[in-house]
């Protein structure tokens, strides 16, 4: 089993920045990989950014690409979600998710993810 734990969310304007974190613990010596993804109100969950837990390959949404930067310490087991320029329609819930094993997805894909966190909510005012 694996715990996620996510912090950092709030109510932000327009053009300004938060950092998100999410704190994973429990059976994360086999993590192959850990992303954030976000659900506003009436939509599906949507991918956001993804890390390759061992380094590497990273992936970006094409909305977030050049405003949102995705790190982790491995040393503390926390995935980092930096964003700035943020706009309205970056208002969601936003989740951490990480994926245990092989699973035949891509970074991608929620499907790829067998743990979630219980989200936060970013709020960002016009």
């Known amino acids: 089993q694996v715990q996620l734990v996510e912090s950092g969310g709030g109510l932000v304007q327009a053009g300004g920045s938060l950092r998100l974190s999410c704190t994973a613990s429990?059976?994360?010596?086999?993590?192959?990989?850990m992303g954030w993804f976000r659900q506003a109100p009436g939509k599906e969950r949507e991918f956001v950014a993804a890390?390759?837990?061992?380094?590497?390959?990273?992936a970006y949404a094409d909305s977030v690409k050049d405003r949102f930067t995705i790190s982790r310490d491995n040393a503390k087991n926390t995935m980092y979600l930096q964003m700035n320029s943020l706009k309205p329609e970056d208002t969601a819930v936003y989740y951490c998710?990480?994926?245990?094993?092989?699973?035949?997805?891509?970074?991608?894909?929620?499907?790829?993810?067998?743990?979630w966190g219980q989200g936060t909510q970013v709020t960002v005012s016009s």
């Open positions: 998710a990480a994926s245990i094993g092989v699973v035949p997805h891509g970074l991608e894909s929620k499907y790829k993810y067998n743990y």
């Open positions: 429990g059976r994360t010596f086999s993590m192959y990989a």
């Open positions: 890390t390759r837990w061992s380094g590497g390959n990273t």
